[in-house]
């Protein structure tokens, strides 16, 4: 049957979240195929016949813009509290004690986790084939960055072959994890955002003055770096990636003004600042330094990592960690930000009419603060 033949749904409620501002007494009129047909607002919904109402505020499906969907069958493998350097180590001994069926599974129950969420969309990181078969079948819409490092790899040719996919893009790792040259070669190609883990701990900094963990780590291994001149991963970055190429700087868990002010100074493209608390304290106990960010006006978004620094894949829980930020500023970070950051605002973000942007209704708020409680929960209506 033609979606267009099916009734739609006319869905009320106290609030809805925009970006413009939260709107009182919403009506959404929704078509059967999940296409916004209007929104207007309705003092006495109950007055018409067929209405469904849901106590909160509406928004749209939640964007999670990092994560890595690959590495869901780690969840609980890697200690809690190990240190970034400790983390990466543990990462390379766990890897290989899960079988490719394992790994799938994981997969699938991640994905379907998500939706269940209020997880719309995913900027999803993978490394290999794994991910592909259950992105394809999704409700949950996908851009996956083909993540290229390896301090002894000289191009990226290696994970070239995974473009082949759809909605796929190159990104670096890190500014410490890739050599000048590829680093720089995938900067200038293509037009997608990179999206680059930035200043998650205080061993990227470390190195580039050759000390600390991690320069610990790869002088045991016989790692060598070509990019330690440039003095900081800030540096490096606003060195090496084009002013008007789109980035997308992951977990910032120890960004200063001075490093806000080189990068924001050099980018004339947007410049997106994803934040995964959760997976940083499950790390090293770091939290983004939240506040800074917002001093500067900063464009954030959220995202969960991966399970194997996280207990769950809900960009909800993630913004429960932000307990003195009003919903409508998490929900710009957690929506619109996030559908900003993937390039997917023309249909998620904002619930507005010719949108496919899922319908989400939070529930168990404190409404004088507007702020979430203990209590506040997330349910998917779309």
């Known amino acids: 049957m033609n979606s267009s033949a099916q009734p739609s749904r006319r869905i009320a409620s106290n609030l809805l979240w925009t970006p413009q501002g939260l709107v009182r007494n919403p009506l959404v009129e929704v078509a059967a195929d999940g296409r916004v047909l209007s929104v207007r607002t309705c003092s006495a919904p109950d007055r018409m016949p067929g209405t469904e109402f849901y106590s909160g505020v509406l928004a749209p499906g939640l964007v999670n813009a990092h994560c890595h969907l690959e590495l869901s069958y780690l969840r609980g493998a890697i200690p809690e509290g190990c240190g970034f350097a400790g983390f990466a180590g543990a990462m390379g001994q766990v890897r290989e004690r899960f079988g490719p069926e394992e790994r799938l599974r994981a997969v699938a129950a991640a994905d379907a986790a998500m939706w269940q969420a209020g997880v719309q969309a995913v900027g999803d990181i993978s490394n290999g084939d794994t991910t592909f078969s259950v992105k394809e079948r999704s409700r949950v819409a996908y851009h996956t960055f083909i993540e290229f490092f390896g301090l002894r790899l000289a191009s990226a040719d290696s994970v070239r072959p995974l473009l082949r996919h759809p909605h796929t893009s190159l990104t670096p790792h890190s500014l410490y994890s890739v050599q000048d040259a590829p680093l720089r070669a995938i900067a200038a190609e293509g037009a997608a955002p990179l999206s680059v883990h930035f200043m998650e701990s205080p061993a990227e900094s470390e190195l580039f003055v050759r000390r600390g963990p991690l320069w610990e780590w790869y002088r045991k291994v016989g790692f060598t770096c070509d990019f330690l001149h440039y003095g900081s991963p800030a540096e490096r970055l ?145």
């Open 238 to 382: 606003v060195a090496s990636v084009p002013r008007d190429r789109r980035v997308i700087l992951v977990h910032n868990c120890c960004v200063t003004q001075r490093d806000i002010d080189l990068v924001m100074n050099h980018f004339t493209a947007p410049v997106r600042w994803c934040l995964c608390p959760r997976s940083n304290r499950y790390i090293s106990r770091l939290e983004p330094p939240v506040e800074l960010l917002r001093r500067n006006r900063l464009d954030i978004c959220l995202g969960t990592d991966s399970l194997a620094s996280n207990d769950r894949l809900s960009v909800f829980e993630e913004m429960r960690m932000f307990p003195e930020v009003p919903l409508p500023e998490l929900l710009s970070w957690a929506a619109e930000g996030g559908a900003l950051a993937l390039d997917m605002d023309d249909e998620l973000g904002e619930v507005a009419p010719g949108r496919r942007c899922g319908l989400t209704v939070i529930s168990g708020l404190d409404y004088d603060t507007m702020r979430l409680t203990p209590a506040s929960r997330i349910r998917r209506i779309l």
